[in-house]
């Protein structure tokens, strides 16, 4: 069964320094992968996904990810964290087994800039 | 334009009791899913309904049913609650076709405590 992990329950950076929050996937065919946020007493926004093509997706709010299919990875990155990044990150991919768009997120890493 | 709307944003229910959580979904969307996040844990698929059918289904009790209504709006209805049940519940909707096939536009979410 597709899976994905998100090893670091939470991320501390300094604000401007860059950031990286981390992401695994088990999937037996091609993923298609998502990183979604979360800001306090909302629900998840979009900020990007990978389906094919160019490894390098580029999201909203200046975030990246980078697809690494040799080591089954889907790593959040921004050059220059901002403190307003403060919010809760989940990683995502779709369900191969159904003909929707169900989703399988991970367990979410809470990533804090301080200023 | 109006995103994803869910009401009520907060109720308190009683062990035994049933509920009916509520969903408008983006314009333009004609699918609607529905997930369970407990704190401190990532969002669980419970169902996915499009042309007022439940698609696929989660990993979840007969107590939890839906319901799509012809504009698309759609009812989550949990009966004979648990305090296991006390978790924010997110609709999330989406269009099967184009660029944003793939990407769930979420609403703020429905917290339910079950005491």
């Known amino acids: 069964a597709q899976s994905v992990a998100q090893p670091e329950d939470q991320v501390n950076v300094a604000e401007g320094n860059p950031l990286t929050v981390k992401c695994t996937y088990s999937v037996s065919g091609n993923p298609y992968l998502f990183w979604y946020v979360q800001y306090p007493n909302r629900g998840l926004q979009f900020l990007l996904k990978?389906?094919?093509?160019?490894?390098l997706v580029k999201g909203s709010y200046g975030f990246e990810a980078e697809f690494n299919k040799s080591q089954t990875s889907f790593h959040l990155k921004k050059p220059s964290a901002l403190v307003s990044d403060s919010a809760l990150y989940f990683c995502?991919?779709?369900?191969?087994?159904?003909?929707?768009?169900?989703?399988?997120f991970g367990t979410g890493t809470l990533l804090a800039v301080q200023p | 334009d109006a995103g994803v709307t869910q009401s009520p944003t907060h109720l308190i229910k009683t062990r035994g009791q049933q509920v009916t959580l509520r969903c408008s979904p983006k314009?333009?969307?004609?699918?609607v899913s529905w997930y369970q996040q407990a704190l401190g844990q990532g969002p669980q698929f419970i169902f996915q309904y499009y042309e007022e059918e439940e698609r696929q289904r989660g990993n979840f009790p007969d107590r939890f049913s839906g319901h799509q209504f012809p504009n698309y709006s759609s009812e989550l209805n949990v009966n004979a609650l648990l305090l296991g049940d006390s978790a924010l519940y997110l609709c999330a909707s989406s269009h099967p076709g184009g660029s944003g096939a793939n990407v769930l536009t979420f609403g703020a979410g429905s917290r339910l405590t079950v005491l």
């Open positions: 995502a991919v779709r369900d191969e087994s159904g003909a929707t768009n169900k989703l399988i």
């Open positions: 990978y389906i094919t093509g160019d490894n």
């Open positions: 314009s333009g969307h004609d699918t």
